[in-house]
């Protein structure tokens, strides 16, 4: 069952700077742009490249994730021959043993890769937004003759300081690489997008495990692999490239898409973004409602007033309800009369007649002000909002509240509100 082209996705990782929105599943189980899910960009990129191995490693949270990708129908990978495979850390005798980095993730299922004996392993990650068609730069790295090629954008001198750099000559053979580095020698940066070819690799990881516990492709195995001689190459990507990482960044990035002429298109027919979504009825718009430069999913009603908004599929917003510059999950349900601006309603949530989120002033948040400081509120799943309460900027609220849970039905710009027993 020999395949020329494995692909592991890695998918596990928590994505703690997107706060409440990843503290009951993964990253990559994100919705974004309203029915999508942040790892279906990946996969897609995979189908339409015309990879149909693909293993999928997740861990943290990852039960939203694997019934997301059930036996992979959405992307036409429920095959016999391969397929997708959702893949965990491996036990080792009682206990199991977590991933501890990027290559050692990929070396506890070592035994996957060998069962389809490829010629190249393509490594990506779950956790951007992208269209891209690897079997391009499967042939770059065919053509150099590689043991790696790193996929590398242009980004900024400060953006670089989180990533890995990489100097390059006029080629793109890669002379140094640098692990997020304090003074960055390069703007040319690692997408986190890998294709090796397979020996090399195998032997490099069984060489790192038995030097690092915590085996990581940026910190250890390219570092090696250069430092040993092998060609390694840098494939240029000039094309749209989000790490949708923090509150802010993933916020800006679904607002772009409801813009007239987006730079990133959901809907071009000839790179298509697969997803799992069940059938929806069409949605129904009141005669008095108004909806303006926004996207609007399946399966919704909408009665009241929406702006420059993402809506996902069975979203009800009655009369009198206004949305500016938000984010609505599914099956949220605003009451009449609610008005919310610059917020993020996770899966589930009810906001009661009247309420308004967005209001005061833009104070960062006191418990995690690294994470919400740009204005954005975000209400995590299937929490309520009392009718009448005014929520502030930057606050996050999680869980069913009561009205006796905010001072003077209030909660200031800044403050959390955590019904859960959870840490935001």
């Not at 692909?7 to 997107?18: E, F, Y």
């Not at 993933?250 to 007239?260: I, K, P, V, W």
């Not at 599914?330 to 008005?339: F, L």
């Not at 400081?373 to 209400?379: E, Q, R």
Request: with cysteine; hydrophobic share 35%; net charge negative.
């Amino acid at each position: 069952m020999k395949k020329e082209v494995v692909a592991m996705l890695l998918a596990g990782g928590q994505g703690s700077r997107l706060g409440e929105l990843t503290r009951k599943k993964a990253k990559p189980a994100v919705t974004f742009g309203g029915k999508y899910k942040i790892i279906d960009f990946s996969m897609s990129n995979c189908v339409n490249s015309g990879i149909d191995t693909i293993g999928v490693l997740t861990q943290y949270q990852p039960l939203l994730l694997n019934k997301h990708i059930g036996i992979g129908i959405p992307w036409d990978l429920d095959k016999k021959n391969g397929g997708v495979s959702v893949l965990t850390p491996h036990l080792k005798g009682d206990s199991g043993e977590w991933y501890t980095g990027t290559a050692n993730a990929i070396f506890q299922h070592m035994s996957y890769i060998e069962s389809y004996n490829p010629e190249y392993l393509l490594i990506i990650s779950g956790d951007h937004v992208y269209k891209m068609d690897y079997s391009l730069m499967i042939d770059f790295h065919k053509s150099k003759n590689a043991c790696a090629t790193v996929a590398a954008i242009k980004v900024t001198y400060e953006e670089a300081k989180g990533f890995g750099t990489i100097i390059c000559d006029d080629d793109y053979k890669i002379k140094a690489f640098e692990e997020k580095p304090k003074i960055p020698k390069s703007t040319f940066a690692s997408m986190g997008v890998y294709v090796f070819s397979w020996q090399k690799l195998k032997t490099a990881l069984i060489k790192d495990r038995d030097i690092h516990n915590d085996s990581d492709f940026g910190k250890h195995i390219i570092p090696n692999m250069l430092e040993e001689g092998c060609n390694l190459y840098a494939y240029y990507f000039d094309r749209y490239w989000k790490d949708v990482g923090t509150i802010e960044s993933y916020f800006n990035a679904n607002m772009e898409l409801a813009q007239t002429l987006p730079e990133f298109n959901l809907y071009e027919n000839f790179w298509n973004i697969y997803t799992d979504s069940e059938n929806q009825s069409p949605t129904y718009t009141s005669e008095d409602s108004i909806i303006q430069g926004s996207i609007v999913s399946e399966g919704c009603e909408i009665y009241g007033e929406v702006y420059n908004s993402i809506i996902s599929p069975d979203v009800i917003i009655e009369k009198g309800a206004v949305i500016r510059n938000s984010i609505i999950m599914q099956k949220c349900v605003i009451k009449k009369d609610v008005i919310i601006e610059n917020a993020i309603l996770d899966f589930g949530v009810m906001v009661g007649d009247g309420a308004k989120i967005g209001a005061f002033e833009n104070i960062p948040n006191k418990q995690k002000p690294s994470v919400y400081y740009s204005g954005i509120t975000v209400l995590g799943e299937d929490s309520v909002v009392p009718k009448g309460i005014v929520i502030g900027k930057n606050c996050v609220v999680s869980g069913t509240t009561f009205f006796e849970d905010y001072e003077n039905g209030e909660l200031q710009s800044g403050e959390s509100l955590i019904k859960e027993e959870a840490t935001i």
